[in-house]
């Protein structure tokens, strides 16, 4: 089992660091840090790490100082145009679809590796990907009620309908941000079809 996540290297409070580093979210500064940790599936004992990315982005420009609202919205459209076009590759999501790839390379042809992707991984290209390796399969968090077929059945209200299979309560630690508690597991699973996408059928 590959457990896959990202994590933020933040730099932005050392002043000998702030430059030749991009933009992290939240008004970070640093590098992004994509990996695929292996892990047993029965114990969850940690084997190692099967795959690493590093990158940066790249500051934007910044806007005129005398921008108005229209210009503004229309250079939003226009950059939200551009990224739709750029080919999936040159995509910061690609990092999904690259670790499944590059792992399915280095492990023997007698492994099975299974992904575990939290809701960031929730694309299309994921789905088709693992549906092409021959030695990989992938769990993932759903983020997209996805449409199932003609009718418009969608993926949650399917999932809802079925019977509850098995039941659990875990118990969930305190953090700095929120009190622990008890969460009640209910588990529901069926095979269903996922529709193509719009964007997909119209390439």
Not at 126 to 131: K, Q
Not at 172 to 187: D, F, H, M, N, Y
């Amino acid at each position: 089992m590959s457990i896959g996540d990202t994590t933020f290297l933040d730099y932005g409070s050392i002043k000998a660091k702030r430059e030749g580093y991009g933009p992290t979210g939240n008004g970070g500064n640093g590098l992004i840090l994509h990996s695929a940790l292996a892990l047993t599936p029965e114990q969850g004992q940690v084997m190692g790490l099967l795959w690493q990315k590093l990158w940066n982005r790249e500051h934007k420009e910044k806007p005129p100082q005398d921008e108005t609202a229209a210009a503004k919205k229309q250079r939003q459209a226009i950059a939200r145009k551009a990224a739709r076009q750029r080919p999936f590759e040159e995509k910061e999501s690609y990092r999904w679809v690259e670790a499944m790839t590059e792992v399915e390379h280095e492990v023997s042809n007698s492994t099975r590796v299974i992904h575990v992707f939290d809701r960031e991984g929730d694309i299309t290209e994921v789905f088709d990907s693992s549906r092409q390796l021959k030695h990989t399969g992938v769990l993932v968090r759903a983020a997209h009620d996805r449409s199932l077929d003609q009718n418009s059945e969608r993926l949650w209200r399917k999932l809802e309908s079925q019977p509850i299979r098995f039941e659990q309560e875990i118990k969930v630690p305190e953090t700095g941000k929120r009190q622990g508690r008890i969460a009640s597991l209910a588990v529901r699973f069926c095979q269903v079809q996922l529709r193509v996408p719009y964007r997909e059928r119209e390439s």
